[in-house]
């Protein structure tokens, strides 16, 4: 219930954010277009089986922290690139950093592995399953750390609990060791 509440606040909020207005009957108005499409939609909008209302609730309240995260690596990212595209600072070391991956679900791997490459200056190359580790591209590799420290933050924000999708779960033969 709060995933959807989330969903037509958050969709009412961008509809009167796009036609710059808030009065009332324009609220009225987009309220009513998405209840519309949230249920023309319900079966892709709705995941089966629902999250944990924790988790939910949790994704609603911190969202404007993540949101205040990926645009402040946004700006350091575009601020960087700028300021090697013009000569003002040297390209000192681009390379590959390895990411691990941990005990990190795959739910949690894929948000932050598309955080990670919205900022200018990173790039998800890929992620290996069998290591696990990501392997992200960015333009100074000089201090690994900095950039695991950052990936850390964007998962500390996703990831609540334990929480894993039912279809991404392990099987219990995957998980039992071998004799």
């Known amino acids: 219930m709060i995933l959807l509440l989330g ?9 009167g954010l796009i036609v710059t207005d ?3 009957e324009t609220m009225l108005i987009a309220t009513l277009v998405v209840v519309g499409l949230m249920y023309l939609f319900r079966k892709q909008i709705v995941p089966k089986p629902l999250p944990p209302a924790g988790l939910s609730l949790h994704i609603v309240i911190y969202s404007p922290v993540l949101f205040w995260y990926l645009f402040v690596d946004i700006m ?5 690139i700028i300021s090697i595209t013009l000569g003002l600072r040297p390209l000192r070391k681009p390379g590959i950093v390895k ?6 679900s795959p739910a949690g791997v894929g948000p932050v592995g598309y955080f990670i490459t919205l900022s200018p200056g990173s790039f998800l190359v890929g992620i290996d399953w069998e290591e696990k580790v990501m392997l992200v591209h ?14 850390e933050k964007y998962y500390r924000l996703w990831e609540y609990g334990t929480y894993i999708p039912e279809g991404l779960k392990e099987s219990d033969e995957e998980r039992t060791p071998d004799a």
Not at 99 to 104: A, D, N, R, V, Y
Request: proline share 5%; charged share 20%; hydrophobic share 50%.
């Open 138 to 151: 960015v333009v100074d590799a000089s201090d690994p750390d900095a950039v695991r420290k950052d990936a």
């Open 76 to 80: 350091k990212g575009t601020f960087q």
């Open 99 to 104: 990411l691990p991956i941990g005990s990190h």
């Open 7 to 15: 969903i037509l606040v958050s969709s009412v909020a961008m509809f």
């Open 22 to 24: 808030f009065s009332w």
